[in-house]
């Protein structure tokens, strides 16, 4: 299986949060399985840090990365491209790109978002 980790579930799995439910953290943790994070989740992650809602800064999760079995996505020019055809259920552009990266690299992705189920790429709940 292909994982794409949403903010919150990378954050979650990196914090060992509770949040984070054991299927989820199966998956995560299962070597069969191949698990991702998008480069814009440590943008994400910087700017909350940068005004306060967060502790830590998306190089300090990136540094955490480095002793994971998690691998960073890029942003491509057909990543961009997918945003063109992409449904607009709710305002989050960041969810909008990682919606737009798992579809087209056909990747399942962990979210606590239900908002994100709406657009038809598979995702499995974080808390599960």
């Known amino acids: 299986m292909r994982l794409l ?7 979650w799995w990196l914090e060992d949060s509770p ?12 070597a069969d399985n191949d698990v ?8 994400e992650i910087t700017i909350k840090w940068r005004v306060g809602k967060l502790a830590q800064s998306g190089s300090h999760f990136a540094e955490l990365l480095d002793d994971q ?4 996505l890029p942003v491509t020019a057909e990543h961009i491209r997918a945003l063109d055809t992409l449904a607009f259920h709710h305002g989050d552009p960041f969810d909008h790109l990682i919606l737009a990266q798992a579809e087209r690299e056909r990747l399942m992705v962990v979210t606590s978002d ?14 599960k």
């Open 19 to 30: 949040h984070l439910g054991p299927v989820s953290r199966a998956l995560i943790a299962d």
């Open 69 to 72: 079995r998690i691998d960073l």
């Open 36 to 43: 991702l994070v998008s480069i814009v989740s440590l943008w």
């Open 114 to 127: 239900r908002q994100m189920a709406l657009y038809g790429v598979p995702c499995i709940e974080a808390a």
């Open 5 to 11: 980790l949403d903010t919150h579930a990378l954050i």
